[in-house]
C-alpha cells in the first residue's frame, strides 16, 4: 500500500516527475508543459480536477492529487498513442481483474512496438490503469517539425480559438503549436493503421478506434485518437509516477471500486531500455511503495527525441492513401451552419448500401 503524502515526498519521485514536465531539476519554472492539472475528489466545489500553473506543483504533491501534465508544449509536440482495455457491461473490469485484462492486451503492445521500432521511433511507453501511452516529442524549429507545419491545416474556426484568450488559454496558441499537434495526430492516426493492417494472423480482443460499442461483444482494445479531435488546450496526459486514483473518483467507477487501492503510475520503456520484465512485472510493483521507491531511481521519464528518423515516418504518410484523404478533406470547407437546411439536410440516406446506412443511422449500435 502506498501512503500518498509520504511518497509524494520522496525527492526521486518529484525528480521523475519533472523530467517528463520537461525538467531535468525538480524546479516548475522550468517545466516546459503549459500547466498542470490535478485529480482529486472534491478538488474544488464542484470538479474532481483542477487546472493550475505549474508553480502549484507541490501543491498538487501536498494534497495527494493525481497530476496530469498538459500535451501543450512550450519547446516540442508530443505525439500521443494511447491504447487501453474496456468493457461496456462492466466498465471496472481492468480494476477487479488487472492481470487478466493486462494478459489481453498484451500483444497489442508488442504489436504497437513493432510497429514504432519498425519506424526506428524512440519512445516511452507508461502503463495506465487500463492501458499504455506511446510517447515521444519532436523540438520545435528543427527541420523536422518545420516539415509537420509546412504539411498542416487549421480549420478558419479553430483558428480563431488558438487566436483568442479565454478559460484554459492564458496565452494564444501559437503556430507551431496549434500546426505541430494537428500534424502529430494525423500521424498517430497513420501509425494506427499500419498496426490494424498488421493484425490478420491476430485472434484477440477486438481493436478499434475509439470506445464505442461493438455489438455483442462487451469488451475490446481501443485506439483512443479522441486526444486529436480536440484543441490542444484542452487536453492533458497523464504523469509517470504519479498516484492514480481514477477508479475510486470518477462516478461511474467508484461506488464498486472504492475499495480497491490506488498505485502508481510506472513506464514500461523508455529508448530500448525495459524496466520490467513483463506486465505482471509492473502489476506487482505499482502499488508497493517500497518496489516503486527502488524502480523510480533508476527509471528515465524524459520524453525522447524522433529528429533523425521522422523523416521516414512522414515520407511513408505522404505516400499514404490515408494522406490523400486528409488532403481531400482538408480541400472542402464546411458549409456554414445558416445553410444546412438547404445542403446537409438534404442528403438523401437511402441512396447508400444498409450497412453504411445503418452506421449513420445508429453509430454507436
Not at 236 to 241: M, N, Q, T
Not at 256 to 277: C, G, M, Q, W
Request: hydrophobic share 35%.
Amino acid at each position: 500500500m502506498i501512503d500518498i503524502l509520504k511518497y509524494y515526498k520522496s525527492s526521486i519521485v518529484q525528480q521523475r516527475m519533472s523530467e517528463y514536465c520537461g525538467s531535468k531539476d525538480v524546479d516548475p519554472s522550468k517545466f516546459t508543459c503549459e500547466y498542470l492539472v490535478g485529480v482529486k475528489e472534491k478538488i474544488t466545489n464542484n470538479e474532481f480536477y483542477l487546472s493550475v500553473e505549474n508553480d502549484k506543483f507541490f501543491w498538487l504533491l501536498e494534497i495527494g492529487a493525481d497530476i496530469f501534465r498538459t500535451v501543450w508544449d512550450r519547446e516540442a509536440t508530443l505525439f500521443i498513442l494511447d491504447f487501453e482495455y474496456y468493457n461496456i457491461a462492466y466498465p471496472a473490469e481492468a480494476y477487479f481483474k488487472p492481470y487478466d485484462v493486462f494478459y489481453k492486451i498484451e500483444e497489442i503492445y508488442q504489436r504497437v512496438r513493432d510497429v514504432y521500432k519498425k519506424f526506428n521511433l524512440n519512445y516511452i511507453s507508461i502503463q495506465t490503469g487500463q492501458g499504455y501511452h506511446f510517447v515521444f516529442k519532436v523540438p520545435f524549429g528543427t527541420p523536422q517539425h518545420n516539415k509537420l507545419v509546412r504539411l498542416a491545416y487549421i480549420e478558419p474556426t479553430l483558428q480563431g480559438k488558438y487566436n483568442s484568450i479565454s478559460g484554459r488559454r492564458k496565452k494564444k496558441v501559437s503556430e507551431e503549436t496549434g500546426k505541430g499537434f494537428h500534424m502529430a495526430g494525423r500521424l498517430i492516426e497513420y501509425i494506427c493503421h499500419k498496426l490494424l493492417g498488421n493484425l490478420k494472423d491476430y485472434y484477440g480482443l477486438p481493436v478499434v478506434f475509439s470506445d464505442v460499442s461493438i455489438g455483442k461483444n462487451k469488451e475490446a482494445i481501443a485506439l483512443d485518437l479522441s486526444m486529436y479531435a480536440d484543441p490542444i488546450y484542452m487536453r492533458d496526459i497523464r504523469v509517470p509516477f504519479s498516484i492514480y486514483q481514477k477508479h475510486r473518483i470518477y462516478n461511474k467507477f467508484k461506488l464498486s471500486t472504492r475499495n480497491i487501492p490506488h498505485f502508481a503510475v510506472l513506464v514500461r520503456e523508455n529508448n530500448d531500455t525495459e524496466y520490467f520484465k513483463n506486465n505482471n512485472d509492473i502489476l506487482d510493483t505499482r502499488s508497493q511503495q517500497d518496489k516503486v521507491l527502488e524502480v523510480a531511481t533508476v527509471t528515465n521519464c524524459e520524453i525522447p527525441n524522433n529528429l533523425e528518423t521522422l523523416d521516414d515516418l512522414l515520407q511513408n504518410y505522404q505516400n499514404s492513401k490515408l494522406h490523400e484523404i486528409h488532403r481531400q478533406f482538408d480541400s472542402c470547407e464546411h458549409d456554414p451552419p445558416e445553410i444546412w437546411h438547404k445542403t446537409y439536410d438534404r442528403f438523401n440516406i437511402n441512396i447508400l448500401s444498409p450497412c453504411v446506412r445503418h452506421c449513420l443511422i445508429e453509430p454507436n449500435d
